[in-house]
């Protein structure tokens, strides 16, 4: 009875890397700088040019202890062995495999893969189950070795073997106090090892087709113990190669193969050397020894250069290229060897049918991992990011936890209504938003747009469950978009999880299907140790240890408002269309435009009915708090006192002037229950002013766009008149005074706060420069450009005293008009009653 190799898949991991890079990176590393042309030759040496990681390459050179890089060891190295799995058991009959066999060097934890890989995939409940650790390269071989055991202790027998290695997760930087040897090993080490996983099912079955499995043999190198050692260290696994190995190869490879062919006789030019790619020095001495061609070994020459010494799962990918190259002439037998410490030789033969099946074996991402911003990225990618089903370390209690943590947080973040109003500014039919999370966006939005197509996409599987048990008539949520073009695309706290080039990538690709435009709100790298203390203070009260642990390692992985410019401007988006506002706290929103919109500030301030409309709709989204700041944090005070003067019975008729965005028709509203109407020239503060008010379930308040110049609100109609930050900016002061009287019933107020032109010329002359370095402030926090807020200076330059608006109020037939002072002069409260 002989068993045979019937199929195997092969799996790498996300982030692929060039050597030249890691090079350049350890160098950046090492403090005390050393610059050494041997570097150079070391990296030419080792033959490797790329290889994949298992998470980004500056993250694994920080310091980490052995019981965090087994964390990381949990959760990588199941999600690579369902990722190589998922392709495998869709070509085999997983209900044939009698025994599952784990094979890894590179971490452990319990119950280990075999355990989880057989529930996961849900195989017979009588699989035996198997695991083979900490033998070395060699042990993919050994492992095969091992499934032709098993599967020939009984006909039918079906083994499946999965090697994987996580080699990345140990490489640790050199020291100071290193000789330079023992810094040329260190070195060697880190650029040498890649990460991988081979999976193979070995099966005696009589019908079954494959490789078959000839011969196995171990081969002990003499007096070769200590040739190849690792040990724990603080950090990880400390490695020694001695320079005596390729002696000893040399001296033995030869006498290991005549012994090999005294049990298994063959002819060499039937044979195709399978051996595994220990590094150019070793395969070269075999070439040397054996006096074969020097193209003999090109397959494991080709996988050393492109992936690295994967360690035990290497050889599989040494097969697969032979295959790959060689097609439909491949020679009759291959012969895998493979060395590994003790120090031993393992060899296996096998039947190779004339078949040019092969893999072709891609990573998700085929992205560089060393970018500028590596040391912000986490290797996590964010792992409620990933299809769940790749993701047992989380499980499904803790993800729903999580999301509920986050939508509380949300709650609060996006309780003002900035982000939706942005939405709303651009009139859409359609809207995608981008990572669904728990839904809770999504159905904001569906719910304040009921109109509104909302399409939501996710790739975690849990997410879209969750999702689909909430959603609204008007919101709908997916794996992948349903349509090429949406009017909107929206996302949510998902940026800071993206490198420079995959934030780019993201950006091209979105701003391409958007009609009109991309709204990405995110956290900002304003101060990172405070925004790390806030976070540490709320933990307390989050139970959750996932969502613990994202929200802080999130910190550390936020672009800067300078840094996504950047990176904007290098996606080929005009600056022009792009705007960054603040939001609180810590966060931005950042608007794309598919064309200017009403960016532009070069605006026409002679036509000044048309430069407000543009001014106010640009600078809407920020209004409120811009006037929070603005104020010194005291706008809501001074309405307050405004109010407490003011006599309002229920049924009182109210109009508020330049309402903008509704809060002081709001505090009107609360304070006296009346009936209110709100006008205002911009479009856009009038819709965030109808978002609050539907938000908080008010229903007696109007608001109307109109121009407070031109208002037709007939005679003895209103009861009172209020008017923030109105006046100023209209551009006939005196007749929207005139309108508002000829409509203000007899006993009737008007209510007035603004800024005036300052009689005092000392104080002028310290108040208006503070006041246009304190816009000029707000300009640059809220949109970079000092311009933003300047308006308000330049509107008081062209504005009266307090005491010339007094006078007017009087000269049209107001009395008992009342002046309350404040911030020294810089702003009043101006109060009067119609005769």
């Known amino acids: 009875m002989s068993s045979k190799i019937i199929d195997y898949e092969l799996g790498i991991p996300d982030y692929k890397i060039s050597i030249s890079d890691q090079l350049e990176m350890i160098n950046s590393c090492l403090h005390y700088g050393i610059q050494n042309t041997s570097f150079d030759k070391i990296m030419n040496k080792i033959g490797v040019q790329t290889k994949n990681v298992c998470m980004y390459t500056q993250d694994y050179y920080n310091k980490k202890s052995y019981k965090e890089k087994m964390k990381i060891y949990e959760e990588e190295s199941f999600y690579l062995a369902t990722k ?126 494959g490789y078959e499995i000839l011969h196995t043999m171990t081969y002990v190198l003499p007096n070769s113990e200590n040739h190849l050692t690792w040990k724990m260290g603080d950090n990880g696994f400390l490695m020694k190669i001695d320079k005596s190995i390729i ?66 799962c290497t050889i599989f990918f040494v097969l697969n290229q032979y295959i790959m190259n060689n097609k439909e002439n491949l020679k009759k037998y291959g012969l895998f060897i493979a060395f590994g410490p003790g120090m031993t ?11 040019s099946n092969y893999l072709i074996h891609e990573c998700i991402l085929e992205k560089n991992a060393l970018v500028s911003n590596t040391m912000k990225r986490s290797y996590r990618r964010e792992l409620m990011d990933r299809p769940l089903n790749y993701t047992k370390s989380y499980i499904k ?81 997916h794996s992948e978009p349903k349509n090429t073009k949406y009017d ?75 840094e996504i410019m950047e990176l904007l401007l290098q996606s080929g988006i ?101 009936t209110i109407v709100g006008y205002d020239i911009s479009e856009e503060m009038i819709n965030i002013a109808k978002i609050k008010t539907k938000t908080t379930g008010i229903d007696n308040i109007t608001f109307k766009l109109e121009d407070c110049d031109k208002l037709n609100l007939g005679t003895n109609s209103v009861d009172h008149c ?30 007035v706060i603004d800024f005036f032109y300052p009689n005092n010329m000392l104080f002028r002359m310290v108040w208006l420069p503070l006041l246009w370095f304190w816009t000029s402030l707000n300009g640059l926090w809220y949109y970079g450009n000092a311009k933003y807020y300047n308006y308000i200076y330049y509107s008081i330059l062209d504005f009266v005293s307090v005491e010339e608006f007094s006078q007017e109020l009087n000269h049209i037939g107001y009395d008992d008009i009342k002046i309350v002072k404040l911030m020294l002069g810089g702003l009043y409260i101006v109060q009067a009653t119609k005769k």
Not at 442 to 452: D, Q, S, Y
Not at 454 to 474: A, G, H, I
Request: contains cysteine; proline residues 3%.
């Open 488 to 562: 909107i695309i929206t996302c949510s706290n998902r940026i800071h999880h993206l490198t420079n080039e995959e934030f780019i990538d993201f950006v091209k690709h979105h701003y391409a299907m958007a009609n009109k435009g991309l709204i990405l709100v995110d956290l900002e790298n304003v101060n990172v140790t405070l925004q790390k203390m806030g976070w540490k203070i709320l933990s307390f009260l989050i139970t959750n240890n996932v969502a613990i642990h994202d929200g802080y390692t999130s910190l550390e992985k936020l672009f800067t408002r300078k």
């Open 345 to 355: 030789i393992e060899m296996t033969l096998i039947k190779l049918l004339n078949s």
């Open 397 to 477: 209690k803790d993800v729903y936890d999580t999301y509920a943590v986050f939508d509380k947080l949300y709650t609060y973040l996006f309780k003002s209504s900035t982000y939706l109003s942005k939405i709303s500014s651009y009139t859409p039919t359609n809207l995608l938003e981008i990572g669904s999370g728990s839904g809770w966006m999504a159905n904001r939005i569906a719910e304040t747009f009921p109109t509104l197509q909302v399409e939501s996409v996710d790739r975690n599987e849990l997410s879209l469950t969750f999702c689909k048990k909430y959603e609204k008539p008007n919101v709908s949520f």
């Open 84 to 209: 190589t799995l998922d392709k495998l058991m869709k070509r085999i009959d997983k209900n044939k495999i009698t025994h599952v066999l784990a094979v890894s060097c590179t971490g452990t934890y319990s119950p280990f893969l075999q355990d989880r890989i057989a529930n996961y995939f849900h195989l017979n409940k009588t699989c035996k189950r198997i695991q083979l650790q900490y033998m070395g390269c060699h042990a993919g071989v050994k492992a095969l070795d091992l499934a032709n055991s098993l599967a020939n202790e009984k006909e039918d027998n079906t083994v499946l073997v999965i090697c994987l290695e996580l080699c990345s997760l140990h490489a640790v930087l050199p020291n100071s106090t290193d000789s330079l040897h023992e810094i040329k090993m260190n070195i060697i080490n880190n650029l040498l090892f890649g990460d991988g996983c081979s999976a193979f099912v070995v099966s005696s079955e009589v019908e079954s087709k």
């Open 722 to 751: 209020t008017a923030g930050y109105c006046f100023r900016n209209v551009p006939d002061w005196k007749n929207t005074l005139k309108l508002v009287h000829g409509a203000t019933k007899s006993g009737g107020t008007i209510n």
């Open 574 to 674: 005009p600056k022009n269309n792009i705007t960054i506002e603040t939001l609180f706290p810590f966060r931005m929103m950042i608007t794309i435009d598919k064309d200017t919109h009403f960016k532009n500030m070069e605006l026409d301030a002679t036509n000044k009915v048309e430069y407000n409309k543009k001014m106010f709709n640009l600078l809407s989204s920020t209004y409120d708090r811009a006037t929070f700041s603005l104020s010194f944090f005291k706008d809501i005070v001074w309405k307050t006192i405004m109010l407490d003067t003011m006599r309002v019975k229920p049924e009182d008729h109210i109009i508020d002037l330049a309402c903008g965005t509704g809060d002081l028709s709001i505090m009107l509203y609360k304070k006296f229950n009346a």
């Open 247 to 312: 002696e000893n190869i040399s001296n033995n490879i030869e006498n290991a193969l005549n012994t090999f062919k005294e049990s298994c006789p063959f002819s060499d030019d039937d044979v195709q050397l399978i051996v595994h790619p220990g590094g150019p020095a070793i395969l070269n001495t075999i070439i040397n020894t054996l006096h074969l061609e020097t193209s003999a070994l090109n397959p494991s020459f080709d996988t050393l250069t492109n992936y690295g010494n994967m360690s035990s």
